[in-house]
């Protein structure tokens, strides 16, 4: 299944073969997922699991923040571009879905880099340590939330260090004035922010569903 409204199946197909391979875990992790029904459509895509390691390791990140867990495809492929000693807190409301992710996490060997925090996430972001020690954050949850969570997140994020935040595109919804529901109005009240902030500068990529890409600029 196309996880772009962009392209087609066999232009998705072509780009996925053309990326470096899942691994047998992650592997296992999406096909557990698919299994869940509809709910899977949250996971995020192959070739953007790919990217979000490289980026992870392209920055050195030690230090990392995930907003939206679901079965962890997301958190996996972070922990796996941290060191060995890195850590990734990662904020999740289910106990049932994060249960999938804590065994592949246990299976790829990067449980130990993980710190899952079941509870409300903006109450676990205020709790972080007001210091700009975050290296990444990787915002994937409820979109009415996506401005708060930037606004707790972009202070404690290092010179440099980065902010993506997933769905930005809404299936192209965004682009659309004659959409209205919740969540639309939300990506598109979220955009409108980020491209105002002047502590970040922000691209769109159109790699999935949309994701932007901010940088700590100060």
């Known amino acids: 299944m196309s996880r772009s409204f962009a392209l087609d199946d066999v232009l998705h197909e072509y780009v ?47 230090s990392a923040i995930e907003v939206g867990t679901f079965t962890g495809a997301s958190a996996l492929a972070i922990a796996k571009g941290l060191p060995a000693d890195g850590r990734l807190v990662c904020c999740d409301v289910s106990e049932e879905w994060t249960s999938i992710a804590r065994d592949a996490w246990a299976a790829a060997g990067v449980a130990d880099r993980i710190d899952l925090r079941i ?14 020690s975050v290296d990444l954050a990787y915002i994937d949850a409820n979109k009415e939330g996506y401005i708060d969570y930037f606004e707790a997140i972009v202070p404690r994020l290092r010179p440099d260090g980065l902010l993506l935040a997933d769905n930005t595109l809404w299936s192209g919804q965004v682009a659309d004035p004659s959409v209205d529901d919740a969540n639309t109005v939300a990506i598109r009240a979220f955009n409108d922010h980020v491209v105002a902030d002047p502590r970040v500068d922000a691209v769109v990529v159109s790699i999935g569903d949309g994701l932007t890409v901010c940088v700590r600029n100060d």
């Open 119 to 132: 509870g409300p996430a903006q109450a676990t972001l205020d709790a972080l340590p007001d210091e700009r």
């Open 16 to 62: 996925v073969a053309h990326s470096t391979p899942l691994d047998p875990v992650q592997t296992e992790l999406v096909e557990t997922t698919a299994r869940l029904g509809a709910v899977a459509g949250m996971q995020t895509g192959p070739d953007q699991v790919v990217l979000l390691t490289l980026l992870t390791r392209a920055i050195g990140a030690w």
